[in-house]
Nanobody, 115 residues
Framework: QVQVVESGGGLVQAGGSLRLSCVAS????????MGWYRQAPGKQRELVAF???????NYADSMKGRFTISRGNAKNSVYLQMNSLKPEDTAVYYC?????????WGQGTQVTVSS
């Protein structure tokens, strides 16, 4: 069993920054990728960013230049630095870890950006 736990959400004013953290633990095999999705009220879950085992990164267009994904040295943790936050970034942010083609999800962390 693999557990994925996020932390770091909260309330921030527009233009501010937050850093989300995520750690995967448990019956670990090789992690192919880790990343973040988000889901705003009434909207579908959307990709934010991911990082592969080789270190390649990929971002949704609306996050490029504002968000940065990185991982820890042990490669079972991932971070999302979010700058220049906008009210439309308000959502529950979910971390996932892909092992052997299967995504393990965290419970999500709320990010609220006030105008």
């Amino acid at each position: 069993q693999v557990q994925v736990v996020e932390s770091g959400g909260g309330l921030v004013q527009a233009g501010g920054s937050l850093r989300l953290s995520c750690v995967a633990s448990g019956s670990m095999r090789s992690i192919n990728a880790m990343g973040w999705y988000r889901q705003a009220p009434g909207k579908q879950r959307e990709l934010v960013a991911f990082i592969t085992s080789g270190g390649s990164t990929n971002y949704a267009d609306s996050m490029k230049g504002r968000f940065t994904i990185s991982r820890g040295n042990a490669k079972n943790s991932v971070y999302l630095q979010m700058n220049s936050l906008k009210p439309e970034d308000t959502a529950v942010y979910y971390c996932y870890a892909n092992l052997a083609g299967y995504n393990y999800w965290g419970q999500g962390t709320q990010v609220t950006v006030s105008s």
